[in-house]
């Protein structure tokens, strides 16, 4: 889910769960687009996101699937 809320001339944003924020810039003077990432992607990968699991209490461990293999590779 993302939510996207725009205040004045701000914007705030919220995402929970696999959902990505991309912002398309277009450039008229150059007649191209550039697309920046906006959101983080909340991840046990992540150092930072790794971090803030095992501070809240959680534990982060790899699933085997049915054919002992990682799940999700």
């Known amino acids: 889910m993302l939510l996207l809320f725009k205040v004045g001339e701000s914007f705030i ?3 929970v769960g ?3 924020l991309i912002f398309i810039k277009e450039y ?3 007649s191209y687009f550039v697309a920046e990432q906006i959101t983080v ?3 046990p990968g992540n150092k930072k996101e790794n971090n803030r699991i095992i501070k809240c209490g959680g534990e982060i461990s790899q699933c085997l699937d049915t ?3 990682y799940d999700g590779i």
């Open 13 to 15: 944003i919220s995402n």
């Open 18 to 20: 696999d959902s990505r």
């Open 28 to 30: 008229f003077t150059n």
């Open 41 to 43: 992607d909340h991840k």
């Open 67 to 69: 054919d002992n293999n």
